[in-house]
């Protein structure tokens, strides 16, 4: 059974970074595709960063360039390093996994805040 934990997130001042983990257990990680997603209040939950078992990634615009998404498939953990936070980061960030789409899992979530 796949089961996904995030921690990491918190509270910074805009500028500021945070680096979000994800620790995997009851499935085969190396072979799975992960991603990085997240929902603020009041809108829909929406892709951040996704990391494919071959180690390739794709990026949501708005982050590119300032989030970096990795996996260490000794340890099964994905990250998430997030730099240059802005308001607008702020929401409730999830880990999801899966063979063919990377959403089939998910884990609870953990909070991001990003004040101005």
């Known amino acids: 059974q796949v089961h996904l934990v995030e921690s990491g997130g918190g509270s910074v001042q805009a500028g500021g970074s945070l680096r979000l983990s994800c620790a995997a257990s009851?499935?085969?990680?190396?072979?799975?595709?992960m991603a990085w997603f997240r929902q603020a209040p009041g809108k829909e939950r929406e892709g951040v960063a996704t990391?494919?078992?071959?180690?390739?990634?794709s990026y949501a615009d708005s982050v590119k360039g300032r989030f970096t998404v990795s996996r260490d498939n000794a340890k099964n953990t994905l990250y998430l390093q997030m730099n240059s936070l802005k308001p607008e980061d702020t929401a409730m960030y999830y880990c999801?996994?899966?063979?063919?789409?990377?959403?089939?899992?998910w884990g609870r979530g953990t909070q991001v805040t990003v004040s101005s």
């Open positions: 990391i494919y078992a071959g180690g390739s990634t």
């Open positions: 009851g499935f085969s990680f190396s072979s799975y595709c």
């Open positions: 999801a996994a899966g063979l063919t789409r990377c959403n089939t899992s």
